[in-house]
C-alpha cells in the first residue's frame, strides 16, 4: 500500500532556513501536501503541489517535488519561533475524494 | 478561526466504559466527514468516513462494532467508542472536506485514556 516517510525531528535557529524532507512510494499520487499541527490544535493546510509540478513557492514556504526520487521537501525561510509546530507531509491520488495519506511528521523545534 | 471543533477536548474512562466524541463543523455543512486516530510519534490513520444520512465506511481493519459513526446532521458526526479498552488508547482526530482538492479542515482531537 501507499507509505509516506519522513524523519521524526528537526531543529534550527531562529532565523535559519529550515527544510523538511519526506519520501513516498505511490507512483500514482496526483497531490502532496504539507500540513501544520500546533499543541492543541487541528491539523492545518499549508500548501499542496500537483505531481506535474516541479516547485511551488508562497511566501516563506518553497515545495520542492522529485517525481523520479518520490522526494518532497518543505523550505521554510527565515524560520520563526512561531514555526515550531509538527509537520506531516501527505499524499493522495486524484477523481474526486481520495483517501489521504499522511507521513509520521516531523517535530520542528526553532530555538531563539 | 477554527471551523471544526470536538469536545470532549480529553476524557479518561475505565475499562468496560463507552465514550462519545463529538465532532462539529461550525462554518458550513459538512456531508462528509472524516475519523482518524494517531498514536505517539504516527502519522494520522484514517478510520472510517462519516456520510450525513448513510452509514460510516470503515477502513480495512478497523471493527464497525467497536467504533460507532453517527452523522445525524449535517454539522455532527459522533464517534462511539464502545466498551474501551486500554489498548484503545489514543488521539482521535476528526475532519471535513475543505475547498481546495482534498484538502480538509481538522478538529482538534480528542485526547482518549481507557484506565
Known amino acids: 500500500g501507499e507509505d509516506v516517510e519522513q524523519s521524526l525531528f528537526l531543529s534550527v535557529r531562529e532565523g535559519d532556513s529550515s527544510v523538511i524532507n519526506c519520501t513516498y512510494t505511490d507512483s500514482s499520487s496526483t497531490y502532496l501536501y504539507w500540513y501544520k499541527q500546533e499543541p492543541g490544535a487541528g491539523l492545518q493546510l499549508l500548501t499542496y503541489?500537483?505531481?506535474?509540478?516541479d516547485m511551488k513557492q508562497d511566501q516563506r514556504l518553497t515545495v520542492l517535488l522529485n517525481k523520479k526520487d518520490k522526494h518532497l521537501s518543505l523550505r521554510i525561510a527565515d524560520t520563526q519561533t512561531g514555526d515550531s509546530a509538527i509537520y506531516f507531509c501527505?499524499?493522495?491520488?486524484?477523481?474526486?475524494?481520495?483517501?489521504?495519506?499522511f507521513g509520521t511528521g516531523t517535530k520542528l523545534q526553532v530555538i531563539p | 478561526g477554527a471551523v471544526v471543533s470536538q469536545h470532549p477536548s480529553w476524557v479518561i474512562c475505565k475499562s468496560g466504559t463507552s465514550v462519545k466524541i463529538e465532532c462539529r463543523s461550525l462554518d458550513f455543512q459538512a456531508t462528509t466527514m472524516f475519523w482518524y486516530r494517531q498514536f505517539p510519534k504516527q502519522s494520522l490513520m484514517l478510520m472510517a468516513t462519516s456520510n450525513e444520512g448513510s452509514k460510516a465506511t470503515y477502513e480495512q481493519g478497523v471493527e464497525k462494532d467497536k467504533f460507532l459513526i453517527n452523522h445525524a446532521s449535517l454539522t455532527l458526526s459522533t464517534l462511539t467508542v464502545t466498551s474501551a479498552h486500554p489498548e484503545d488508547s489514543s488521539f482521535y482526530i476528526c475532519?471535513?472536506?475543505?475547498?481546495?482538492?482534498?484538502?480538509?479542515?481538522f478538529g482538534p482531537g480528542t485526547r482518549l485514556t481507557v484506565l
Open positions: 475532519s471535513k472536506t475543505g475547498y481546495r482538492p482534498n484538502e480538509q479542515f
Open positions: 501527505a499524499e493522495s491520488r486524484s477523481g474526486g475524494y481520495q483517501k489521504v495519506t
Open positions: 503541489i500537483f505531481s506535474n509540478m
